[in-house]
């Protein structure tokens, strides 16, 4: 055989392999839409999710088949508008793409080990005295060396024998811990720089530590003490004002009130009641001094505070009277609780640490370490110099200097014009801001570097993950999917001709058939029965639930913080429980001024509607001074009564079935043969009967009574909407296939649904 024909038959045989090839991919594709091909990997990816969340079975896998190509087909016809292109477009995509990004830009190692770390922290208590020296974050080296000289010079004095207490009142530049000796108290976790609180709990008990840097300057601490965390508590307390600069007069009288406020106590007065009188905290005098929040060892503003209060055990337990810079004060205690598990503080602490610039730091930098070595990042230590010196100068903008890389990564250069332009980027930022900078040329070149490194990281995600290029798509393709609907479907649907026309053209689908008005009433007890009739009578209806009155100073309409906490609360209740009627009853007290009562009931009422609540739902009363509470206590006859209705029987039913299930049921509405065992008993005619049926007492109001007929176009609306809306889609969706033909591979499909 010839040399020519050998060639022949090979090119033959090499087009049948390549056509083969083409054809086994051309095989492998589950669904196609006019050129694009949706491959059995794509397609497997999402019916195994949904699969996994139980929303793809096997009776409905011809369902989400269909509802996949629609959604598909949406997509694609959007695609080839070119609604993918536009700006609102890219913006909302690039926003959601830098917000998914996050996690993936973050050392998950180092996370966790500090997020293991603070809480290790958190079960140990420590208290720290600190010589703190102040030095500018860009300080001179002269400036630095003398800053840390001096702290090595003291803390060697105190080596030698003198006392850190004496030094720190000598020395120190904060003033606030200096006049204490030093003394800062017990610190709390992840409220200091990190490199202070690791300096804390890396020193023993009575040692110090050397000189260390902080942005702030050069510190010396000395721990004086640590013990095993005793968690948190919480207080309430009475108050009796003094001002440090106060006369002696002036304390003497202090004194001998908080004296006679603690032999009340002692003799067994209510403490909500003497602190109402004495107190002159005015945030929590009229709900018994309670301060709302909990308070560890180290957020306590005095060390005197601490150690009384750790010492009480019991609930209501009371302090002696102890002095602080605010005056004295004599403390309850409310509750104790123990540091939470770590799995339960985990979540806190990550929040914590990520709102930390000095632990986001520590993270970051070692990611981009990372990502320097993961990245191939290579540096040119001669170009950052030339960059590093000409920092300063002017330029014209040709320096040949300026098209140096100064780095690559895999590879991509960043030029020194390219840092200098990122410097000025941001310093007209800061200016905006008017923010102070600080940055040496070396700390805005280790930030460009930081930054350079991972803007490539986060430009190369969809590489580098699989799952975060399937989820940027999967959002990608909904809003497209979202946006045709709405201008094809959504919006077509709600013109209101259109749909008057289609109610016109479909009567005879919206039809009433034989129906009754009633209330249908069944209970275990006749006593209950008449009960439930008595609060069931008309809308709303009484509820049992309870609110606590919301107290006022005399003559005064203005909310306390802990009014205004209560109208939080009260304005949540109502806009969960969007049946609820609320009744805002305004009084006051014999001895205050006429129409302050009112007053208090129209600034509540006024703030429920400000935070979202409809004027509807609000019954306003004023009883003025003729309901009040106490003659002796008369600040509770300052005050806001609440009751609460409700427009739904299902509020008052739930009171009934409380102890005991099925105890009362209840409905009411438009019935149809066979929607009511009980309806069905009786004639369908006006008005009330009572009867037994299966054990249970039966009571049943039939309102009206309704034949036949056909639905207005008002009645019928909703429905109209709905089932216009099903046939826009239905004839939008087969116009894009008769534009994008749909073809699907059945034995591919096949064996992804088996």
Known sequence: MNKSLIRIYGLIASLLIIANISNAQN????????????????????????????????????????????????????????????RAFREEIDAYRKELA???????????????????????????????????????PADTMAAYTELKNIRAKIVKGDSFEAMAKAHSKDNLSAIKGGDLGFITVLDNNYTFESAVYNTPKGEMSMPFRTSKGYHLIKVLDRHSSRGKVKLAHILISLAPSASSDE??????????????????????????????????????GVINRWWDAGALIDEKIVEAVFALKDKSEFTVPIQTSLGWHIFRLIDKKALP????????????INSDLSRNAIIKNNLVKRLQKDNNYQEAISV????????????????????????????????????????????????KLKAIDEKTPEDWYNLFVENQNLRY??????????????????????????????????????????????????????????????????????????????????????????????????????????????????????????????????????????????????????????????????????????KPVSKTDRSKNSRIGIKFYSNSMDDVVKRFNALKPNSLTAEEGYFKKDENEYLNNIAWEIGERSFESKGRFVWVNIQKVEEPRTKTFKEARGQVTKDYQKVLLENWVNDLKNRYPVLTNESVLNQILD
Do not use: W
Not at 116 to 132: G, K, P, S
Not at 253 to 275: M, Q, S
Not at 341 to 352: C, L, N, S, T, V
Not at 398 to 414: C, G, H, M, R, W
């Open 102 to 140: 996050t996690p993936y830009l973050v050392d998950k190692a180092i996370l966790e080990k500090l997020i293991q770390e603070t809480y290790e922290r958190m079960r140990e208590e420590v208290r720290v005295a600190q010589i703190f020296i102040p030095l500018a974050k860009n300080a001179s």
């Open 341 to 352: 598990k770590y799995d339960e503080m985990a979540p806190f602490i990550r929040q914590k």
């Open 457 to 626: 990281e986060e430009s190369n995600l969809e590489i580098k993950f699989p799952e975060f290029r399937a989820e940027v798509q999967d959002y990608r393709e909904g809003i497209l999917q979202k946006q045709m609907f709405n201008e094809y479907v959504l919006e077509k649907s709600l013109d209101s001709l259109a749909q008057v026309k289609f109610y016109q053209q479909n009567i005879g689908q919206y039809e009433y058939t034989h129906r009754v008005f009633a209330k249908v009433l069944t209970t275990e007890r006749r006593e209950t029965m008449e009960q439930a009739k008595v609060l069931l009578a008309k809308a709303p209806f009484p509820m049992n639930r309870r609110f606590p009155d919301i107290y006022f100073e005399k003559d005064k309409s203005t909310f306390s913080p802990d009014a205004q906490k209560m109208l939080n609360d009260l304005g949540i209740i109502l806009l969960k429980n969007r049946d609820y009627i609320v009744e805002v009853t305004g009084n006051s007290d014999p001895e205050e001024q006429e129409n302050v009562s009112a007053d208090r009931a129209r600034k509540v009422v006024n703030f429920l509607m400000s935070n979202g609540v409809s004027p509807t739902r609000i019954i306003e009363k004023d009883d003025s001074k003729f």
């Open 384 to 431: 950052k110099q030339e960059a590093i010196d000409n920092f300063y100068k002017d330029r014209i903008g040709s320096e040949d200097y300026l098209s140096k890389a100064v780095f690559t990564i895999n590879q991509t250069p960043s030029t020194v014009r390219d840092f200098y332009n990122f410097v000025t980027k941001n310093q007209r930022q800061l200016a």
């Open 27 to 86: 095989d492998n594709y589950a669904i196609k839409i006019g050129n694009r091909s949706i491959d059995a990997k794509e397609f497997t990816q999402t019916y195994r999710k949904l699969q996994q969340s139980d929303s793809v079975r096997k009776d409905n896998q011809k369902e989400f088949l269909d509802n996949y190509i629609k959604y598909k087909l949406m997509v694609y016809a959007a695609e080839r508008m070119g609604k993918d292109t536009t």
């Open 251 to 288: 304390g003497n009288v202090a004194k001998k009130k908080i004296d006679e406020v603690y032999t009340y106590l002692k003799n067994g007065e209510p403490f909500d009641g003497v602190c109402r009188v004495y107190s002159e905290d005015i945030r929590t005098k009229n709900s018994g």
